[in-house]
């Protein structure tokens, strides 16, 4: 069972926007930056958002992240068939003292 | 351009040592802005971090709590290199490895998996 909860699965038609969340406490999301991952079957994970809500160049902005509390969000804007992945959410945990994965969530596009 | 190459055995047997060891180009392993990480990945376990190595005027370690007892990251200087070793293997130990760039603050470089099957 992993530290940080995700939903298992989320799903969308193409240009809705879709959210994505992550549950943790406050020795790891509270206290952390979040980064979220995009992963692709057979491939490694790629970050779409670093530092809560900060996105890497050459990533869209149709992606976004937000954080509030122990919780934090990714939101997918427009959605496109190319967004259908597996995402992450990441923290460091300070209690653990350690980095920490969510279960994560697959992204279907309808 | 970093880059990190992996290698090591697809198959160890039950209760034997996993090792794995990640060759580094574009980057030193003594760096004092990164830290070099193995995470690995399963169906059954989602991603899962094992721990780090990292040099900030000495070297120090972090290692998750499920893997502690069983677990040793040590950098080669001489190589430029990083290797992991797990000891005392089960088949929940099964799956992809990755050797992972930890930058500034994010997990920005990965290796490329080595899928790891113990089995007898």
């Known amino acids: 069972q992993s530290v940080l909860t995700q939903p298992p699965s989320a799903s969308g038609t193409p240009g809705q926007r879709v959210t994505i969340s992550c549950s943790g406490s406050?020795?790891?999301?509270?206290?952390?930056?979040v980064y979220w991952y995009q992963q692709f079957p057979g491939t490694a994970p790629k970050l779409v958002i670093y530092r809560d809500n900060q996105r890497p160049s050459g990533v869209p902005d149709r992606f976004s992240g937000s954080k509030s509390g122990t919780s934090a969000s990714l939101a997918i804007s427009g959605l496109r068939s190319e967004d259908e992945a597996d995402y992450y959410c990441?923290?460091?945990?300070?209690?653990?003292?350690?980095?920490?994965f969510g279960g994560g969530t697959k992204l279907t596009v309808l | 351009q970093v880059q990190l190459q992996q290698s090591g055995p697809g198959l160890v047997k039950p209760s034997q040592t996993l090792s794995l060891t990640c060759d580094i180009s574009?980057?030193?392993?003594?760096?004092?802005?990164?830290?070099w990480n193995w995470i690995r990945q399963s169906p059954s376990r989602g991603l899962e971090w094992l721990g780090r190595?990292?040099?900030?005027?000495?070297?120090?370690?972090n290692y998750a709590v499920s893997v502690r007892s069983r677990i040793s990251i040590k950098p080669d200087t001489s190589k430029n290199q990083v290797s992991l070793q797990l000891s005392s293997v089960t088949p929940e130990d099964t799956a992809t490895y990755y050797c992972v760039k930890e930058g500034s603050d994010t997990f920005d470089i990965w290796g490329q998996g080595t899928m790891v099957t113990v089995s007898a």
């Open positions: 574009g980057d030193s392993v003594s760096s004092n802005s990164a830290a």
């Open positions: 406050s020795s790891n999301i509270r206290s952390n930056y």
């Open positions: 190595t990292y040099y900030r005027s000495k070297w120090s370690n």
């Open positions: 990441a923290t460091w945990d300070s209690s653990l003292n350690g980095w920490v």
